[in-house]
T-cell receptor
Framework: AQSVTQLDSQVPVFEEAPVELRCNYS??????LFWYVQYPNQGLQLLLK??????LVKGINGFEAEFNKSQTSFHLRKPSVHISDTAEYFC?????????????FGAGTQVVVTP | DSGVTQTPKHLITATGQRVTLRCSPR?????VYWYQQSLDQGLQFLIQ???????AKGNILERFSAQQFPDLHSELNLSSLELGDSALYFC???????????FGEGSRLTVL
């Protein structure tokens, strides 16, 4: 069984400042890792994914994440945030030997960007 | 716009009733997934269909059922509704092997 822990439920950040959202997972097998974003009253949108290969993954809107197998982490970063980045962010994991779209989500991190 | 269409967007009903949520996947996507998002349980995977066949099952209650039709649209049926079933129900679709789910905007169910 897999589980995902997002260590921060809410992260306030000023516009143009950097942000890091922390995600740790537990799994007895190798995993696929994802970050999704949910804007108010909308569905989820994929920011980036790690399936294999380079541990540094670049996504949309200037986000990137690093897969650290030894620390079982997949933290999300952005060097300079905009007001429009205010949203909820979800880390998710799936088992490549099962249905990869069967995602186990973390509880989410609400990012609030202020001027 | 993800290309995934869900109807209805909002639904209010009473305990004990039955509702059907509908999902039209992106053109060409064979897989459909259903997720439930609630305040107490967060986002939970319910069930996946691939080209009309059930592919994976999650924490879906026995009172809930789903199917995928030959035109690839899917329906999630929720019966004997309880207050705790109030949630946002998302449908997502994907192309095999891409690692990306495309989510609809959800159907918000309120059970009174």
């Amino acid at each position: 069984a897999q589980s995902v822990t997002q260590l921060d439920s809410q992260v306030p950040v000023f516009e143009e400042a950097p942000v890091e959202l922390r995600c740790n997972y537990s799994s007895s097998v190798s995993v696929y890792l994802f970050w999704y974003v949910q804007y108010p009253n909308q569905g989820l949108q994929l920011l980036l994914k790690y399936l294999s290969g380079s541990t540094l993954v670049k996504g949309i809107n200037g986000f990137e994440a690093e897969f650290n197998k030894s620390q079982t982490s997949f933290h999300l970063r952005k060097p300079s945030v905009h007001i429009s980045d205010t949203a909820e962010y979800f880390c998710a994991v799936s088992d490549p030997t099962d249905s990869w779209g069967k995602l186990q989500f973390g509880a989410g991190t609400q990012v609030v960007v202020t001027p | 716009d993800s290309g995934v269409t869900q109807t209805p967007k909002h639904l209010i009903t009473a305990t004990g009733q039955r509702v059907t949520l509908r999902c039209s996947p992106r053109s060409g996507d064979l897989s459909v997934y259903w997720y439930q998002q609630s305040l107490d349980q967060g986002l939970q995977f319910l069930i996946q269909y691939y080209n009309g066949e059930e592919r994976a099952k999650g924490n879906i209650l026995e009172r809930f059922s789903a199917q995928q039709f030959p035109d690839l649209h899917s329906e999630l049926n929720l019966s004997s509704l309880e207050l705790g079933d109030s949630a946002l129900y998302f449908c997502a679709s994907s192309v095999a092997g891409t690692g990306e789910l495309f989510f609809g905007e959800g159907s918000r169910l309120t059970v009174l």
